[in-house]
């Protein structure tokens, strides 16, 4: 039995992989949140599922090994990548407290971060900090001092989750730290439920974003000291153009 610990991408079927695909048909049993097994459904079919709310993260990873231990193939989903913010780590960490004799896969998707740079053009390219900005798991300390770190390292920063109903100012401190090493115009992509039906995508600076239009399926990445806007996409040089020919 194989369990398969699938990064299913951002959730569109454009931006998922061959292998992800395969790895679902293969599976007798998927487990997941509930949503995100909504953007597979046509791929489920009449397959078993298991699926819980938000903050079932244990719950839905200890079924998943325990399909898999009555000698099932499972497939446990996860939006953008399964090791960034997904359920590799947790599975990982349950078979071996639990002792599971079972074969995990992890098969790799695109990350949402991968997935909103190229709405926006290339505004990676070069070093990058990725930071949730959600408190739930790590302390909010923390998040603002690797925050301001990144910034003064002048890292591209990718930032999850954000903005929430219950977390409106993460994302303005973040940027008033950030802006203590960069300008006020430094650009700043935003992109809303990237690789899904109605993207939506905006390009604006740090001193002229509209924290209003930042949510949860929002991914903000703010550029370095050198990135720059030409032709409506966001761009970060590399330095190749700078290299002895």
């Keep these: 039995m194989k369990l398969y ?5 951002p959730g569109g079927r454009e931006r998922m992989t061959p292998e992800a695909v395969q790895a679902i048909e293969d599976s ?3 487990v997941g949140y509930k949503p995100y097994l909504e953007y597979i459904e046509d791929l489920i079919g009449d397959r078993e599922t298991f699926s819980t709310g938000m903050t079932g993260e244990i719950e839905r990873c200890n079924q998943a090994i325990d399909l898999a231990l009555e000698g099932k193939n499972v497939s446990i989903i996860s939006t953008g990548d399964a090791g960034l913010y997904g359920m590799a ?7 071996e407290e639990r002792k599971a004799d079972i074969d995990v896969v992890v098969v790799p998707g695109v990350s949402a971060q991968f997935s909103a740079a190229a709405d926006l053009g290339a505004p990676i390219m070069h070093d990058i900090a990725t930071i949730s900005l959600s408190d739930l798991l790590t302390p909010y300390d923390l998040i603002m001092k690797r925050v301001d770190l990144a910034a003064q390292g002048d890292f591209v920063i ?4 954000p903005r929430s109903k219950t977390r ?4 303005k401190n973040a940027f008033d730290l950030i802006k203590k090493y960069q300008k006020g115009s430094t650009p700043v992509g935003i992109v809303k439920d990237s690789g ?8 604006t600076t740090l001193d002229d974003i509209d924290y209003e239009t930042v949510d949860m399926k929002t991914i903000v990445i703010v550029g370095n000291s050198e ?6 996409k966001m761009i970060t040089p590399r330095g190749y153009g700078n290299k002895e020919q």
């Design 5 to 9: 610990v699938i990064g299913i991408g």
């Design 28 to 30: 007798h049993a998927i």
């Design 89 to 95: 780590g947790p599975i990982y960490e349950l078979v």
């Design 158 to 161: 990718a930032l999850y989750n």
């Design 168 to 171: 409106k100012d993460h994302l």
């Design 196 to 203: 899904r039906p109605g993207t939506e995508t905006t390009i």
């Design 227 to 232: 990135t720059f806007v030409a032709n409506g």
